[in-house]
């Protein structure tokens, strides 16, 4: 794919897409077998926030 992309100067965003892609198929695959994002991260912590919000009064 990358070598039909190359060469068209339409297509650099599909290229820059592809770079980007190749650089994080690892996390991506990751992500698709685990399930997990970084959003429940966050909510646990805005969790813990409140809780020590709440118990310094």
């Known amino acids: 794919m990358r070598k039909a992309v190359t060469d068209q100067p339409l297509l650099k965003k599909m ?7 190749a650089r ?3 996390q991506i695959a990751r ?3 685990s399930g997990l994002t970084n959003a429940r991260l966050e909510g646990m912590n805005g969790l ?3 809780a020590r919000s709440h118990a310094r009064g």
């Open 15 to 21: 290229e820059k897409a592809l770079t980007t892609l």
């Open 48 to 50: 813990f926030q409140a």
């Open 31 to 33: 992500h698709w077998v």
């Open 24 to 26: 994080h198929t690892e």
